[in-house]
């Protein structure tokens, strides 16, 4: 079985309305429907660019204030993967939750309406020093109708104790949103991301946002591309790249994920990393916290 997966490399440009915010989703949702996939992939962060419509401040007031556009974000993701029938990952939003803590929530959005989220949980610095969001604590994996999927939000895909944790519970595609500003940031997600196809033998797709965002002194982006890998065995390319966009380009990146030959990956390759853990010396104990 394959599907095919956009990942978006997302232009973040100066708005002065909802509307346009919306219409440049839309556009770039148009523009990796070409490509006819089953899953469209928004980076992390992306839309941070709703600050141009706040008022200027604190960045720490900016960022929380995003969250007055929540219910606009979701219905707009909905209304667009209803209306064409494809799932979407809608990036990451800066959302408060029913607790009052203020988290970074990744949202995949299905064809019948509804939606489910994972929040981040491995914060960066600046996410933990600068703006006090709160992380999340526990992993989730999705069902859908090709496969079960996770979300681990950029830092996440560093920790590999949870991409092994999702792949053991059955993920076999992890969904990675991603902001970086600097290419040492860039190559350290991207490395990492390809470390987790690998190991896992699953398949991890990642994405971007590009510019820069005047708004926020410490929190621009200037750098990234999106990624689209599996494992590096004789069932795929040498190296494990499906697809790769172009560094600083905005564009969309879609590459086909071959089900059916990461199954025949992990029952027969040469370098069978999933199964030849050695659980009986050494294993990953994981606490939900509440």
């Known amino acids: 079985m394959e599907l095919n997966v956009s990942a978006v490399q997302y232009y973040i440009r100066g708005i002065k309305s909802e509307d346009e915010f919306a219409s440049q989703v839309e556009q770039v949702t148009n523009q990796a429907l070409q490509d006819k996939p089953d899953f469209i992939v928004f980076p992390e ?15 720490y007031d900016m960022v929380r204030d995003l969250d007055r556009y929540t219910g606009m974000y979701i219905d707009l993701f909905r209304r667009l993967s209803s209306k064409h029938k494809v799932h979407i990952v809608g990036g990451s939003h800066v959302v408060k939750d029913g607790e009052g803590r203020f988290v970074n929530r990744g949202y995949l959005f299905y064809p019948d309406g509804t939606h489910v989220y994972q929040d ?62 600097t290419m040492h940031g860039v190559f350290r997600v991207d490395q990492c991301a390809r470390a987790r196809a690998i190991e896992n033998q699953m398949f991890v797709v990642k994405t971007s946002t590009l510019s820069d965002l005047p708004q926020f002194d410490s929190f621009s982006t200037n750098a990234g591309y999106a990624g689209i890998y599996s494992p590096c065995d004789p069932f795929f390319t040498e190296d494990g790249v499906i697809a790769k966009g172009v560094n600083g380009q905005e564009m969309v990146v879609t590459g086909t994920l071959d089900l059916g030959s990461l199954k025949r990956s992990r029952k027969y390759s040469p370098a069978p990393l999933f199964n030849d853990v050695r659980q009986d010396l050494y294993s990953v104990q994981f606490t939900e916290l509440v």
């Open 45 to 59: 962060f992306f839309t941070t660019q709703l600050a141009c419509l706040v008022p200027a401040g604190v960045e």
């Open 120 to 181: 981040k949980i491995h914060l960066t610095q600046f996410e933990k020093n600068m703006f006090d969001l709160d992380a999340g604590s526990r992993l989730k994996v999705f069902d859908t109708e090709w496969a079960k999927v996770a979300l681990l939000i950029c830092y996440d895909i560093e920790f590999p104790e949870l991409s092994r944790k999702a792949a053991e519970e059955g993920a076999e595609i992890i969904f990675c949103p991603s902001w970086t500003e």
